[in-house]
């Protein structure tokens, strides 16, 4: 695979590939090229049974610092609605596999953004989180006012994006935006160790269970507990199911086979 602004690695470990956004001087804004780069990857790694899950990372100064402003700044609404390009963070939530962000400095705006598309975020003690697109004179465009309320409520959200403040790793870890904080020589390495403990389980509902906590997003508990218990249920047509109850009244590790 030969892109120009990601490195993709598929495979870092068993089962676990990565994505490296990578255009390390202007701090990895995504541009549409890099965002249709991670998107292509994607689609190829979530159809690849050698995959079971994927970690999304930039460099020690930067995850990334935004939507690249530059390639916005001269754009008309016309234009916005026609090249229509937060479309892609669309197709990114809709991986079945799951995605971890290792997060170390900037990420802020849609850096931010794609962060919080991932399943589970990890963080270096340098990480930095922020929806600063009130300073240049809009606001979060690629699901900032949504999914950062959601994650740490309205006080911090409204902060956040109404005064474009900054919150550390440890504060994003506190208000549950985050799953963890570590030096920040040990990030990716962290990240890797949790995508890693998602690839030894049944991929089968791996795949429903993350379908089924992203639906907590999108409905009312009703309609969402229907979801899961259908998920659950459907579970039972699967070898996975078959093996990994069996394996645990023999006292013996399950051998999962994604049928
Ligand atoms: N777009 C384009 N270029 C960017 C960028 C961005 N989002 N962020 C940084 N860069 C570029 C800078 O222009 C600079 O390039 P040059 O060397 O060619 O001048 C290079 O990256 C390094 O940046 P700085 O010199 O500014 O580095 P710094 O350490 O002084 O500051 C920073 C770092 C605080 C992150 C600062 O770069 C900054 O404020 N960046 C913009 C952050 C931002 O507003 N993000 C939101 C974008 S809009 C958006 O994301 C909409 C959405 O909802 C999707």
């Given at each position: 695979m030969n892109y120009e602004f990601i490195i993709a690695n598929?495979?870092?470990g068993p089962y676990v590939a990565s994505i490296q956004l990578n255009r390390p001087k202007e701090l990895n804004a995504l541009n549409l090229?890099?965002?249709?780069?991670i998107r292509h990857c994607l689609e190829i790694f979530d159809n690849d049974d050698s995959i079971r899950a994927i970690v999304i990372h930039g460099n020690e100064r930067a995850f990334a610092a935004g939507a690249d402003i530059k390639q916005m700044?001269?754009?008309?609404a016309v234009d916005m609605l026609k090249i229509d390009q937060f479309s892609t963070w669309d197709s990114i939530r809709k991986t079945k596999k799951p995605i971890i962000a290792a997060v170390s400095g900037?990420?802020?705006g849609g850096g931010c953004e794609l962060a919080m598309l991932c399943d589970m975020i990890v963080a270096s003690e340098t990480a930095q989180f922020g929806q600063p697109e009130i300073n240049i004179g809009v606001m979060p465009g690629a699901g900032g006012t949504q999914r950062l309320t959601r994650a740490v409520g309205k006080a911090r959200a409204m902060e956040m994006v109404l005064t474009g403040n900054f919150i550390s790793a440890e504060e994003a870890r506190e208000a549950g935006l985050i799953n963890?904080?570590?030096?920040v020589e040990l990030y990716l390495d962290e990240a890797i160790k949790l995508a890693l403990k998602t690839a030894e389980k049944s991929p089968i509902a791996i795949q429903l269970a993350k379908?089924?906590?992203l639906k907590a997003f999108d409905t009312g508990l009703q309609e969402g507990l229907f979801f899961e218990r259908k998920n659950f249920y459907m579970l039972f047509a699967t070898e996975d199911q078959k093996e990994g109850m069996?394996?645990?009244?023999e006292k013996r590790k399950p051998e999962f086979k994604n049928k």
């Open positions: 598929a495979q870092v090229q890099l965002m249709g780069e700044a001269g754009r008309t900037f990420a802020l963890k904080v570590v030096p379908e089924s906590v069996n394996a645990f009244v």
